[in-house]
């Protein structure tokens, strides 16, 4: 069935953003048990359900034109939210090709793709484009190759080198980001950038995946779950803007709870990139709110104990420490064990 | 050394204590401060491996039978190093030493020679850093400590243990998003 | 697991006594693409049992419609080599594994020394297509026996001219990797492709000059060879498996319907790594350090010494 897009709606000042029931029941919800410690939970990403996140490569839904709309915003605050260091350059026309070819297979009546030899002819109905230009020619594109498909994709992509036995974030467009900063993160290795979470160092989480996705082949991809909460519906929680959002998380209260705190989750998907041996990191970021969240109890049940009994550092490292327990107390009545105590 | 191994965990980088004792064409140290005692007892030690050494200091002069050239400015010292390594054989391996800011902006010049990361060994001298504001971008040194207010967005900031080899600098991030510049909470 | 893909033979073409080259082309849909220096694994049926044998893609990456792959004649076969020249006909079928990558060329460097003993040159042929699409910098240095071990010398000289550097081991032409090495300028990353006693000359040479580990790069061509028959005992049912003496480890566990990930199949990616809790175990493999041989075996080469019986962590 083809999805449906809805009009553009705000992550930022007035918060418009909401979820259709459809939204809500494709919800990838991340729990698969009542807690929750890190874990290298990266599977193969085979083809899921139709109709579910899982079901494509790339995942549109009716939030499209806002997430677009959010990402030209950005940008035009902090053009440097999209990097390509040099020797990228390939791996960028990997992700050109792979994306358009997805979108034009999955999404047909979206999006349309011509291929005569060099020449290609893309169209994007939801955002009215229509681009003609000569595949590995940078000139014939109004900006960089990556940063031309991933203004018209939804998630953050970056982009890792694979060389020296590690990968190094090398390239990105990363303007919805959980709290850090590809203009900091540019040019480090895999275990460079994740030293600031805590534990998983020691649990080799680390070490298991990197050696996991440096051997991932082509078109066979794989793919994880990440969430932290997000107060509002912002996208942007990047360590650039934290000192405009930061405050929010004062501003949580027993009243305002159930509107304000999302869940936000990562569908986290890696790709080789064919031609070019690098990897593609996409992180397609999904926002539902408490109170959205508990029209399935089930889930509002399980959160409520996984909150409950999450270890303080990680709670810490997530930022949800000032309003951990409002959220917790919120979620009780969803929970009938803890109910009956 | 610089380079990660299996126990380092962290973006932090670990510096030198000796230049190690491996088999190469030639060595080439850079100095902030070449009359540093630090820097004679590395040259003592190249010198003991009977490797060529070159000697390229800022400041300063070594007491030693060591060739040596002093430089005016650190772009003259880049434009010099750049020519050293320029048609300089694969073996070769660099050492730099002065404070933590001086240290990075030589490793990203020698980078861009083609010096692997393995090649290059770094002596740190005194406490200055780099502080980079996640907010603006602006670089700015500070000695040890933990905060620090942005001199140019003036965002107080907290001084993280993440640090960025490509900007020789550890992240700086708002210490209070609730009152970001220590003007009082709204 | 992964999936496999379905292709056809469509041309064969023998290019020296030992040597032949296969043209494969998909039964339905289309190739995935592949970047210069990846490897499929074919799966041969052959004597009653399935091998998986490593084979570089030869062709040039920006060419989607079909794969191609040398395969040399090996002497002490298991059966696969053997299978590949004598059996496989145009218009048979095959099984690959998607391509991988354990070769790539190295994004940051200035210059590439490529150095090739006999078919060691195959990863090479896809890296010459693409670094002269590329307009990069590089050299061959290709060590052969003329008439036997030379496949492509004749279109490599006429495509690289002067950046080909051949050694014909019948005139007595030697390469002198010392002096290869040491007259390499900053930025220089070499690749070696050939046969353990190539790759150790180079890897001895370049530490007595000191070069930088990451630097150079290698490929082992290295099929497992047999041994002698040994059993295993899986931890997690209790179950026994008997190795046969021409069979690798991984191989009969995959037989038994135990699936291990692993992409070179040569002792080198380190994908296939095992706990063991007893028995005697003969190391074959590159990868794993020697503290590590006290407790995980690398299946796809290693196996437990003559009669020993081991106890995997499975």
Request: aromatic share 8%; net charge negative.
């Amino acid at each position: 069935m083809p999805v449906t897009l809805k009009p553009v709606e705000t992550y930022r000042d007035d918060f418009t953003f909401r979820n259709s029931a459809e939204a809500i029941a494709r919800f990838p919800f991340p729990f698969p048990e009542d807690s929750y410690m890190y874990s290298v939970n990266i599977e193969p990403a085979t083809a899921g359900a139709p109709g579910s996140v899982f079901e494509h490569w790339f995942d549109i839904d009716e939030h499209y034109r806002s997430e677009m709309a959010e990402r030209a915003r950005v940008l035009e605050r902090d053009p440097d939210r999209c990097l390509v260091m040099p020797h990228m350059q390939q791996a960028g026309w990997d992700a050109v090709e792979m994306l358009m070819t997805h979108l034009a297979t999955d999404y047909p009546e979206w999006f349309e793709l011509e291929r005569d030899g060099e020449r290609w002819l893309w169209r994007n109905h939801a955002l009215d484009l229509c681009q003609r230009f000569t595949f590995g020619d940078p000139a014939s594109l109004p900006c960089e190759p990556l940063e031309y498909i991933t203004r018209q994709v939804q998630g953050d992509f970056a982009m890792l080198d694979q060389r020296d036995g590690n990968l190094w974030m090398d390239a990105g467009m990363i303007t919805c980001p959980a709290d850090w900063s590809i203009k900091f993160d540019a040019g480090m290795s895999f275990t460079q950038w994740h030293s600031p979470v805590p534990m998983a160092h020691q649990l080799g989480v680390f070490d298991r995946a990197l050696k996991y996705l440096m051997n991932i082949q082509v078109d066979q991809p794989v793919r994880r779950l990440n969430w932290t909460l997000t107060v509002n519906p912002r996208l942007d929680t990047s360590s650039e803007t934290f000192h405009e959002w930061g405050g929010e998380r004062a501003q949580v209260s027993a009243e305002n709870v159930a509107q304000r705190v999302h869940l936000r989750v990562e569908l986290q998907f890696m790709p080789r990139l064919p031609r070019s041996n690098a990897l593609l990191f996409g992180i397609r970021t999904y926002l539902i709110s408490l109170e959205e969240l508990a029209s399935n109890p089930a889930w509002a049940c399980r959160l409520h104990r996984v909150l409950r009994d999450l270890p303080e550092a990680i709670a810490d490292y997530k930022g949800m420490t000032l309003y951990r327990q409002t959220v917790v107390d919120w979620l009780r009545q969803f929970d009938p064990q803890a109910r009956a105590a | 050394m610089t380079s990660d191994t299996a126990s380092h965990k962290h973006s932090t980088p670990v510096y030198a204590e000796a230049p190690s004792p491996v088999p190469c064409q030639q060595r080439i140290m850079l100095a902030q401060d070449a009359s540093h005692a630090e820097v004679a007892r590395f040259v003592e030690a190249m010198q003991a491996l009977q490797q060529p050494v070159t000697l390229v200091g800022l400041t300063g002069r070594a007491p030693h039978a060591v060739q040596q050239e002093i430089v005016s400015d650190r772009a003259s010292l880049g434009q010099r190093l750049t020519v050293l390594l320029d048609d300089a054989p694969l073996c070769t391996r660099l050492h730099v030493s002065g404070d933590e800011a001086f240290l990075w902006h030589c490793h990203a010049l020698a980078q861009a020679a083609g010096l692997a990361d393995e090649q290059i060994e770094l002596i740190r001298l005194g406490q200055r850093r780099h502080l980079y504001c996640v907010h603006c971008s602006c670089l700015q040194e500070i000695a040890e400590e933990g905060e620090a207010t942005c001199q140019d967005c003036g965002v107080r900031l907290l001084v993280r243990e993440h640090f960025s080899r490509r900007l020789g600098a550890y992240m700086g991030v708002c210490l209070d998003a609730c009152d970001p510049r220590g003007e009082g909470r709204p | 697991m992964t999936a496999a893909l379905e292709v056809q033979v469509a041309g064969i073409c023998q290019l020296t006594p030992v040597v032949r080259e296969f043209t494969l082309v998909p039964v339905d849909g289309i190739l995935p693409s592949f970047s210069c220096g990846s490897h499929v694994q074919v799966h041969i049926e052959a004597g009653g049992r399935t091998l998986r044998n490593a084979y570089s893609l030869l062709g040039d990456p920006a060419d989607r419609d079909h794969y191609r792959i040398a395969v040399r004649l090996q002497e002490a076969s298991r059966g696969g080599s053997r299978f590949m020249h004598e059996q496989l006909s145009v218009g048979d079928r095959l099984r690959l594994s998607p391509p991988a990558n354990l070769f790539a060329p190295h994004s940051r460097a200035r210059h590439h020394v490529l150095i090739a003993g006999g078919i060691g040159i195959t990863p090479f042929l896809s890296y010459i297509a693409e670094l002269q699409a590329k307009g990069a910098s590089f050299e061959l240095h290709y060590a052969y026996r003329a008439g036997l071990t030379d496949a492509y010398l004749a279109s490599l000289r006429q495509r690289l001219g002067e950046r080909l550097h051949g050694y014909d081991s019948l005139q007595g032409q030697r390469l002198d990797m010392g002096r290869l090495l040491a007259r390499q300028k900053l930025g220089t990353h070499a690749y070696v492709c050939g046969p353990q006693s190539l790759l150790d000359c180079v890897r001895e040479q370049a530490a007595m000059l000191g070069w930088p580990q990451s630097s150079l790069h290698w490929e082992a061509f290295a099929a497992p060879e047999p041994g002698a028959a040994f059993s295993v005992t899986l931890t997690s049912n209790g179950r026994q498996i008997d190795v046969p003496a021409d069979s690798s480890l991984l191989e009969t566990l995959e037989a038994h319907d135990v699936e291990l990930p692993n992409l070179c199949r040569g002792g080198v990616c380190g994908q296939c790594a095992t706990g063991y809790s007893s028995g005697e175990v003969e190391h074959r493999d590159s990868y794993l350090a020697p503290a590590e041989r006290a407790t995980t075996l690398m299946p796809c080469v290693s196996r437990g010494r003559c009669g020993s019986a081991l106890t995997l962590n499975l």
